[in-house]
């Protein structure tokens, strides 16, 4: 079982930086690819970011390329989304996952059914 908790969300202005940072609880954290997906209002979730267990290999969103950059630290059982050139349209729950056997670059194949889900944090992008 892993639990997984998001923090670091909040709101910014327009071309602002955060860094969403994802504790995870068990020994296993080291053995699971992990992965950021938003949620904005009135819209379906979607992939933003994803990091493979050896973080060897990282995948983006088109929308966020450039901008964000995904990382982890196995030692902290921590995933970070870092976020620079915020825009009004990143406004969303950014909400961690966790999956131990597909690699982010073949989780859209799978319809993005992962492990396990955090509950999310909510990021607000004023213009």
């Known amino acids: 079982q892993v639990q997984l908790v998001e923090s670091g969300g909040g709101l910014v202005q327009a071309g602002g930086s955060l860094r969403l940072s994802c504790a995870a609880s068990?020994?296993?954290?080291?053995?699971?690819?992990m992965g950021w997906f938003r949620q904005a209002p009135g819209k379906e979730r979607e992939f933003v970011a994803g990091?493979?267990?050896?973080?060897?290999?990282?995948y983006y969103a088109d929308s966020v390329k450039g901008r964000f950059t995904i990382s982890r630290d196995n030692a902290k059982n921590t995933v970070y989304l870092q976020m620079n050139s915020l825009k009004p349209e990143d406004t969303a729950v950014y909400i961690c996952a966790a999956d131990q056997t597909t690699r982010p670059g073949g989780w859209a194949q799978t319809g993005y059914g992962m492990d396990y889900w955090g509950k999310g944090t909510l990021v607000t992008v004023s213009s």
């Open positions: 990091i493979s267990w050896s973080a060897s290999s990282t």
């Open positions: 068990g020994r296993t954290f080291r053995s699971y690819h």
